[in-house]
T-cell receptor, first 110, second 117 residues
Framework: QKEVEQDPGPLSVPEGAIVSLNCTYSNSAFQYFMWYRQYSRKGPELLMYTYSSGNKEDGRFTAQVDKSSKYISLFIRDSQPSDSATYLCAVETAGNMLTFGGGTRLMVKP | DAGITQSPRHKVTETGTPVTLRCHQTENHRYMYWYRQDPGHGLRLIHYSYGVKDTDKGEVSDGYSVSRSKTEDFLLTLESATSSQTSVYFC?????WGQGSGANVLTFGAGSRLTVL
């Protein structure tokens, strides 16, 4: 079993929709959970991260962690065509290394 | 890409030839990493460095070696390239954990696309 699982998509939504991106992870000891955004032919860039459980909001983006079900989510409100990218979840594992999910490709259509 | 430069950005080579990818940073970060990204596998750690001449293996280190003789440079070498090493390679840097934020936040370079024929 992979440590982090993520649906590869693609996920196609109309502009203005609420987007929900999700990952599951295997080890309840993980404490830091991150979301990276990667535009085509670019390197990943950190969107936001959360520590332990709960929500964290940054503008149109909300990250949510449910440790009881080992589930992490990223919500994007009022999605824009500029949000079209691949979204990678990551968890900080033993030795403070990051393990990444495979990424979900999101397409927001005007 | 915020103080990280990867070179070359694109390379096509033949099976059996040696290849070296270079990562250069201007941030003076202690930690440097090499990842490869493949469809269906996401980002996988090859090797990382926690200081000059201090390196360790990651998840997919077979067939790769690294060197770090200066804080700013981290080299990834494929001694004898194989077609299975065709991939996009990303360098990343971090200050490490516990540096204010507590999380190990990585900053990535733009990537090096390697094709082995």
């Amino acid at each position: 079993q992979k440590e982090v699982e993520q649906d590869p998509g693609p996920l196609s939504v109309p502009e203005g929709a609420i987007v929900s991106l999700n990952c599951t992870y295997s080890n309840s000891a993980f404490q830091y959970f991150m979301w990276y955004r990667q535009y085509s032919r670019k390197g990943p860039e950190l969107l936001m991260y959360t520590y332990s459980s709960g929500n964290k909001e940054d503008g149109r983006f909300t990250a949510q962690v449910d440790k009881s079900s080992k589930y992490i989510s990223l919500f994007i409100r009022d999605s824009q065509p500029s949000d079209s990218a691949t979204y990678l979840c990551a968890v900080e594992t033993a030795g403070n290394m990051l393990t990444f999910g495979g990424g979900t490709r999101l397409m927001v259509k005007p | 890409d915020a103080g990280i430069t990867q070179s070359p950005r694109h390379k096509v080579t033949e099976t059996g030839t040696p290849v070296t990818l270079r990562c250069h940073q201007t941030e003076n970060h202690r930690y440097m990493y090499w990842y490869r990204q493949d469809p269906g596998h996401g980002l996988r750690l090859i090797h990382y460095s926690y200081g000059v001449k201090d390196t360790d293996k990651g998840e997919v280190s077979d067939g790769y070696s690294v060197s770090r003789s200066k804080t700013e440079d981290f080299l990834l070498t494929l001694e004898s390239a194989t077609s299975s090493q065709t991939s996009v390679y990303f360098c990343a840097i971090s200050e490490g954990w516990g540096q204010g934020s507590g999380a190990n936040v990585l900053t990535f370079g733009a990537g090096s696309r390697l094709t082995v024929l």
